[in-house]
């Protein structure tokens, strides 16, 4: 695979909170397990209208699909979304961040084929070398179920790294898992959730477990994971804050949404 010695980021690098102090970063150690081994297979089990959050993606995302575009993707993952746009976008390239190692590795086994397009590096979102990205690069940034592990304090310098790196025209798009305002609304979502998974696993091994057995191991994996959602409208008040225009929310499932702007 192709690499840029420019963007060599600091590796497995725990970022400092407000307070200065050094913050564990619990999805790290997730994602550098074997479990990742089996990461897609988990997501198409266990979540909602993962597929269609990604088709959003790559349906909202305005460029001309004939163009050479450069594309940043926040948090690649194992290539789920990345394999979308280099498909649908045939001469674009796309430059991957993410925190995990092995996730980039099984990315880059899995567009092998695609002719070189993909640069992964390995990064934190809050230690990304920012300074080393040439302003004013990309054509569009890219994210996929990533953000939902940031301090939400490190959201308005995160979404002005992002500004600053568009051209002129360029677009945000961005899918997460996001919280609800509202309690009650997000405890629906989250039993909405286990419903789904219970359905979903019973069909794909035949296992009957109980909705509340389900709700316990999403409710456990929230807490592996560190996840820490940040409702949409807060989202689109920060991407706004950054200089971002036409924020909006395109597509929402329940606790999933779609949301960008343009700069």
């Not at 690499?3 to 564990?24: E, L, M």
Request: aromatic share 12%; glycine share 6%; proline share 4%.
């Amino acid at each position: 695979m192709a690499t840029d010695a420019r963007f060599q980021g600091p590796k497995n690098v725990n970022p400092v909170n407000s307070a200065g102090s050094w913050q564990p970063k619990k999805w790290h150690d997730v994602y550098a397990s074997q479990e990742v081994d089996n990461y897609d297979r988990f997501i198409e089990i266990a979540t909602m209208g993962h597929g269609r959050a990604l088709d959003a993606i790559c349906q909202m995302m305005d460029q001309p699909r004939t163009l050479p575009l450069h594309i940043l993707e926040m948090g690649t993952g194992t290539g789920l979304l990345t394999r979308r746009i280099l498909e649908q976008f045939p001469l674009a390239e796309v430059f991957g961040v993410d925190g995990s190692e092995r996730m980039l590795n099984m990315a880059r086994q899995k567009l092998e084929a695609f002719d070189r397009r993909f640069i992964g590096v390995q990064s934190t979102f809050e230690s990304c070398p920012w300074d080393a990205i040439p302003k004013a690069k990309f054509d569009a940034v890219v994210s996929a179920f990533s953000l939902h592990h940031m301090d939400h304090a490190a959201y308005p310098d995160f979404f002005n790294s992002l500004w600053k790196v568009l051209k002129v025209g360029g677009q945000v798009t961005i899918a997460d898992y996001t919280r609800s305002r509202f309690d009650r609304l997000q405890e629906r979502y989250e039993d909405i959730w286990a419903e789904t998974r219970t359905r979903q696993t019973n069909q794909a091994f035949g296992l009957a477990l109980s909705k509340n057995e389900v709700r316990a191991q999403n409710d456990a994996r929230h807490q592996l994971e560190g996840d820490n959602p940040a409702p949409v409208e807060d989202l689109l008040r920060w991407l706004s804050e950054a200089g971002f225009e036409e924020t909006e929310c395109y597509w929402k499932h329940f606790c999933y949404c779609v949301f960008g702007g343009k700069k």
